[in-house]
């Protein structure tokens, strides 16, 4: 059975969150929002919050980019290039699988992007493991936690 979806984190119940949608029958991406405004200074990198989490398979992730105008007309982009939320992400036990976007401005002016403003997007995606691969970690966050 297909299991993919998205939830609004516990912390954002109150916020008025839209969940993600496709905007057309063939999009490939789920439209995300930033959760707050923010005003992004040139140069600047900023951890925004989505307000949302995401759970797949086990064998799947979700890949996040830039939404295109965003990042052609505003000169914003993620500052990691592209965003990987791995299924165990979803629940983990540090901040419940909230997806943060890394925001860089590369332009020369501030640039606000306004609570509710999609962003980015994000894509399903399944991915393939070596033969030999047995890692059995256990994700408790994201972002650096597991060094
Ligand atoms: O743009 C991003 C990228 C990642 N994450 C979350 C989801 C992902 O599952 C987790 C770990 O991401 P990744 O493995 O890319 O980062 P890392 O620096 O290797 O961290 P870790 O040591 O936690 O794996 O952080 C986000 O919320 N936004």
């Known amino acids: 059975m297909d299991i993919r979806g998205f939830e609004v984190v516990s912390s954002f ?41 995401a759970f797949m398979a086990y064998n799947e992730f979700l890949a996040i980019h830039i939404r295109s105008s965003i990042g052609i007309k505003r000169h914003i982009m993620l500052a990691n290039c592209t965003g990987i939320i791995d299924s165990d992400y979803y629940n983990n036990e540090d901040n419940e699988g909230h997806i943060l976007l890394g925001l860089y401005n590369l332009g020369t002016e501030a640039v606000t992007l306004e609570k509710g403003e999609r962003v980015a997007q994000g894509i399903f995606t399944k991915y393939l493991v070596a033969n030999d691969d047995e890692a059995n970690g256990i994700r408790r966050g994201g972002i650096g936690s597991t060094n």
């Open 13 to 53: 119940e109150d916020a008025q969150i839209n969940l993600p949608q496709r905007t057309t029958a063939e999009s490939a991406g789920y439209d995300i929002e930033c959760a707050e405004t923010v005003t992004i200074n040139p140069g600047e990198v900023k951890i925004v919050p989505t307000g949302i989490k």
